[in-house]
């Protein structure tokens, strides 16, 4: 996506594109795909084996392609993760799933075969809005996600008993396409567009530095987090365990050392008037015996003496400082929701 102004990022080649844009701000591109399986980060195209097309190399699932992948820079994640086998993701070297698929919760056929919801439930919440007699009774239409944001129960489940096997990334996937509605809504922007969806939720990558090394290696060590940022983005997120020595064991770490306890702290940024937004903690504990909720409390949680595990956080809140601007006919968007998806700490 190189275009004049743009710089770009290299390790021996060209790896990576940083996008300037007008007002300073910048945005670094990572080539990827989102094919049977999505590898991200890719340096390279990966190498077919012999008498292999480079297209079908992406079309395939084998352990054969994931080991391409990743000798090409690539983590490895399993997108769509409803449709896809359990055991399949138990026994290959998968970095990565998605947790959350925008367009999975959004398709009629999809909620209804693979998440268990209701059918057109997600799709109807978007007629009002493309209905001119009830858009002045409606918010601004970017808040339509919270008429169907919730979550995908069968993608967490599979992930829990995932987690009870082997140490596996979550991540939220926007598969948007641009491709559905044409009809422009109240902002004059069509109801499927990449700036309309792409702002809902995103991956919170954590570095100390904006470097090409330090966001593949917060990528490949799990440090990050979903963040479902139509609800605020957070400016204050922390999940980490402490060695009784006193050492930090950081998100996405696998630790065989005794930790003293495990903390996670989550401060909502926005406030209603005099009302504040408190951040609900849930603390999940995941063992082959199954996963569980072991501590949960408001804005900050801390658990001593953590036994053997997996750990991961959710973060949920109520958005009570959208109060102002929902409005009637909206008014059950006003309710619990998560926020954010913590990757997790393992203690062996």
Known sequence: LYQE?????????????????????????????????????????????????????????????????????????????????????????????????????????????????????????????????????????????????????????????????????????TDAHENVIKTLLSDGDRPDSYRRMMRWFSNHLYVKEKTLKAYREALFSGRSTVVFEALGTPDTFDFYGETTDGKRVEMGATTSATLKFIKVEAKHPYRNGEEKVDSDIRLIHITMDGAKEVKRGINTVTLDNPASGVYRAEVWITPKHLKHIITPKTSSYIKSYPWIYSNPIQIK
């Not at 989102?34 to 190399?57: C, D, F, I, Y």
């Not at 079309?59 to 090409?72: P, V």
């Not at 999809?110 to 493309?130: C, D, H, M, T, W």
């Open 5 to 173: 102004g743009d710089e770009r990022l290299q390790d021996g080649k060209t790896i990576a594109n940083r996008i300037k844009c007008s007002n300073g701000h910048t945005v670094t591109v990572f080539p990827g795909a989102e094919n049977a399986l999505m590898p991200v980060g890719l340096q390279r195209h990966p190498t077919p084996k012999k008498g292999q097309s480079l297209s079908s190399l992406y079309g395939d699932t084998s352990a054969d392609t994931i080991k391409r992948f990743q000798e090409a820079g690539a983590a490895v994640i399993v997108n769509h993760a409803e449709q896809n086998d359990l055991e399949y993701m138990k026994s290959h070297n998968i970095h990565g799933m998605e947790i959350f698929n925008l367009h999975a919760i959004l398709d009629p056929r999809i909620r209804k075969k693979y998440l268990n919801l209701p059918q057109g439930a997600a799709v109807e919440a978007f007629f009002s809005y493309l209905n001119l007699d009830d858009r002045k009774l409606l918010p601004h239409p970017d808040l339509v996600f919270l008429a169907f944001h919730e979550p995908q129960k069968v993608v967490i489940e599979k992930w829990n008993s995932l987690l009870s096997q082997k140490m596996i990334y979550g991540y939220g996937g």
